[in-house]
């Protein structure tokens, strides 16, 4: 089992970290032990009390670090969802054929979701209320996602690869392959993420064609 499937199959029935513990510093233990809450929680069903019970420590320290509730929120999303176009944006760097520049993108894509599995869960796909920076931070970056998608399937037309007139339909398609798994992978499965990440950028890839025109 990797690092990172170890720490999206946490929850907040388990210890938390102290800090000192591992070498953690108290910031990164209230930032985990707050993902673990709203993961299972949601935001609207987490207390700053609660985070603070969890840990055995007062109110005051987690205002101290991160100012509100609304403040580990925000700065949950700022290392995890804020960073994805930007990540998606670098695998595609030294990358120039049209169809290696969409599997190298899908693949970057997959690898943050496998990483921050529960993070992009709770706030792609679960959705709850989110404070009102958050809700502006989600929007922005699917917007950034999409633009980056749509882009590249527009580079996939242009060679001739994808047929279809309706790119933004077909974003959305591949989009929501990408989003399911966060629901359903889990790290200790059968196979490892790399073979179950190769499967999914099979079955996108075949998909891209479209019918053969009659």
Do not use: C
């Not at 190298?104 to 993070?119: C, F, G, I």
């Not at 958050?134 to 994808?162: F, T």
């Not at 989009?175 to 629901?183: A, C, H, P, S, T």
């Amino acid at each position: 089992m990797t690092a990172a499937s170890t720490r999206n199959r946490r929850t907040a029935a388990a210890p938390p970290a102290r800090p000192g513990e591992d070498g953690a510093s108290s910031r990164d233990v209230l930032l985990q032990t707050a993902l673990d809450f709203f993961s299972t929680r949601g935001f609207s069903g987490t207390s700053i009390r609660d985070i603070a019970n969890a840990l055995g420590v007062s109110v005051s320290n987690i205002y101290h670090y991160f100012g509100s509730k609304e403040g580990l929120w925000l700065e949950i999303m700022e290392y995890s969802v804020k960073t994805l176009p930007a990540r998606l944006e670098g695998a595609l760097a030294d990358v120039t054929d049209p169809l290696a520049r969409f599997e190298a993108l899908v693949k970057a894509h997959l690898t943050v979701s496998t990483s921050y599995q529960r993070e992009l869960r709770m706030i792609f796909i679960e959705q709850d209320r989110l404070t009102v920076g958050g809700d502006k931070i989600n929007h922005d970056v699917q917007r950034q996602v999409l633009a980056i998608y749509i882009r590249e399937l527009e580079a996939l037309r242009a060679a001739g690869i994808v047929r279809t007139e309706h790119l933004k339909i077909l974003a959305f398609n591949v989009l929501g392959v990408i989003n399911w798994q966060l629901r359903w992978y889990h790290g200790d499965g059968p196979l490892p993420a790399d073979d179950v990440h190769r499967e999914i950028i099979g079955f996108i890839l075949n998909g891209l064609h479209g019918p053969t025109p009659g």
